[in-house]
């Protein structure tokens, strides 16, 4: 087992069964990214050893609209992967959602940068026609292989799309990407003011559509700080649940998945360490 992954972590982070929807929320103060960061390990390095000839070895489109690549690419490299030569290999492709989103109106909808293609507004259709053509060319690419697609943040588009982008718009969005990849990773926040107290329109719609993703998901691994406050040794809780989609369509994902509520800490040079209480 590899030790860039927590061992606990392991069935958690392993390839998702075809059409899986995984959802990662977070909060203030407990950040998703290291998990999002071995997942893409878990991808792109560790399934290769176990991929056959035949069944290739996978591709990542990563859609990031609150980190540029600069910050995916350190975070990669200290686990050992190098998402610059992936790409140019067409198993890693970026999305930027960040660097030059509302920016400024009447330009096209997303521009090439090298290898990073650079999303400049926030029309839905346009970017879900972006985000199929980089899917395609992952998939067209001479490699097999199957094509996993994650999404940080879409829920920043609710913050600040305006009154064009609703929990309905971006779900018929999800489900058209998810149509045309084997699996997905959606991070969203889930702080307290954001879904439970709804006196906004914002809260409303954000509350809506991480309750929709939720009933979707096959499973959610939701971060948290401690209820009791900050330690020393521990950066928070991570709690694995099944979600609907996983108990009601068949596959059994549940006799996989343990439900289970463990601690973890990140270290400053970006180590984690995943344990259960008491240990």
């Known amino acids: 087992m590899s030790t860039r992954i927590p061992s606990l972590l392991e069935p958690y982070l392993s390839l998702p069964p075809e059409a899986a929807l995984i959802l990662f929320t977070n909060v203030l103060g407990a950040s998703s990214n290291w998990l999002v960061l071995r997942f893409l390990y878990s991808a792109l390095v560790q399934q290769d050893g176990a991929s056959t000839e035949a069944e290739g070895r996978n591709k990542v489109v990563l859609l ?75 998939r067209d690419s001479q490699h097999q292989g199957k094509v996993l697609l994650v999404i940080d943040q879409l829920d920043l588009l609710l913050a600040a799309g305006g009154d064009a982008i609703t929990p309905v718009n971006l779900g018929d969005l999800m489900i058209s990407l998810r149509e ?61 649940t099944i979600g609907d989609d996983a108990i009601n369509d068949g596959r059994n994902i549940e006799k996989r998945i343990e439900e289970r509520e463990l601690l973890y800490f990140v270290g400053g040079d970006g180590s984690v360490k995943v344990f259960e209480r008491g240990q």
């Not at 050992?80 to 400024?104: C, I, M, P, Y």
């Not at 307290?192 to 809506?208: D, I, K, R």
């Open 180 to 240: 045309q990849v084997h699996a997905t990773v959606l991070t969203l926040s889930a702080d307290e003011p954001l879904v439970s107290v709804q006196q906004t329109q914002l809260e409303t719609n954000h509350s809506a559509f991480l309750l929709s993703i939720a009933h979707q998901a096959n499973f959610i691994m939701s971060l948290r700080l401690l209820d009791t406050g900050t330690a020393r040794d521990i950066s928070g809780v991570v709690r694995i």
């Open 64 to 138: 990031s609209f609150l980190r540029d690549f600069g910050f995916w690419k350190e975070g990669a490299r200290r686990l050992g992967v190098d998402l610059e030569k992936l790409s140019t290999q067409n198993r890693f492709a970026f999305v930027d959602g960040l660097s030059a989103l509302f920016q400024s109106q009447g330009r096209p909808a997303v521009l090439e940068k090298g290898r990073t293609t650079v999303l400049l507004n926030a029309d839905l259709s346009a970017l879900s026609k972006d985000m199929e053509k980089t899917i395609q060319q992952l």
